[in-house]
């Protein structure tokens, strides 16, 4: 059963950078035909998508995000990780991890997500 | 990037209820449209897949239906349980991009 973990601080000052880990156990990111990426909530508010990558690298960001954000993977470790930079009280929010869900071809019948954490941006 | 457009954005009903929620897309998704529920404190939970294809142990009273550009949820017959909130998410193109969300509330 493939799972994904969340790791990284609860709390970050402002304008410091923001990074999060996620661990997946249960499948190779090595060899899995899907993106792995985030996505985050903050309280009260709703779904926002921030990012993917693939075990080759390649990216895709939203483009709200995108000049803050970096995420990037680490095969040897099964875990793909979250950076964003200059954050703000705005930034605060429950973020996941999700194995992404593929399209057309690619689509899948299963659906996984971390359990998310919540990160504070306070001084 | 594709917006996707969720209404209601809340509705109150009664146990047993019929309960319908709709999300437009910006443009043609084919069927790369999933629906999420998510209660209070945890992940969300996808309930359908492909648009109208069930996740497996969902109850039955949950359907999907729609392609293209519209799409809608359906509960036929509402129960204590199913009182959270409902977020579409299109997976056609990057960016991903969720629906408002609609909270289901008890009348």
């Known amino acids: 059963q493939l799972q994904l973990q969340e790791s990284g601080p609860g709390l970050v000052r402002p304008s410091e950078t923001l990074s999060l880990t996620c661990t997946v156990s249960?499948?190779?990111?090595?060899?899995?035909?899907?993106?792995w990426g985030w996505i985050r909530q903050p309280p009260g508010k709703g779904l926002e998508w921030i990012g993917c990558?693939?075990?080759?690298?390649?990216?895709f960001y939203n483009p709200s995000l995108k000049s803050r954000v970096t995420v990037s993977v680490d095969t040897s470790k099964n875990q793909f990780s979250l950076k964003v930079s200059s954050v703000t009280a705005a930034d605060t929010a429950v973020y996941y991890c999700?194995?992404?869900?593929?399209?057309?071809?690619?689509?899948?019948?299963?659906?996984?997500w971390g359990q998310g954490t919540l990160v504070t941006v306070s001084s | 990037d594709i917006q996707m457009t969720q209404s209601p954005s809340s509705l109150s009903a009664s146990v047993g209820d019929r309960v319908t929620i709709t999300c437009r897309a910006s443009?043609?998704?084919?069927?790369?449209l999933g629906w999420y529920q998510q209660k209070p404190g945890t992940a969300p939970k996808r309930l359908v897949y492909?648009?109208?294809s069930l996740q497996s142990g969902v109850p039955s009273r949950f359907s999907g239906s729609g392609s293209g550009t519209e799409f809608t949820l359906t509960i036929s017959s509402l129960q204590p349980e199913d009182f959270a909130t409902y977020y579409c998410?299109?997976?056609?193109?990057?960016?991903?991009?969720f629906g408002q969300g609609t909270k289901v509330e008890i009348k």
């Open positions: 492909a648009a109208s």
């Open positions: 443009q043609d998704i084919r069927n790369d």
């Open positions: 990558i693939y075990n080759s690298g390649s990216t």
């Open positions: 998410l299109q997976h056609n193109s990057y960016p991903r991009t």
């Open positions: 249960g499948d190779s990111i090595i060899s899995s035909v899907h993106y």
């Open positions: 999700a194995r992404d869900p593929g399209s057309g071809v690619t689509s899948s019948k299963f659906d996984y």
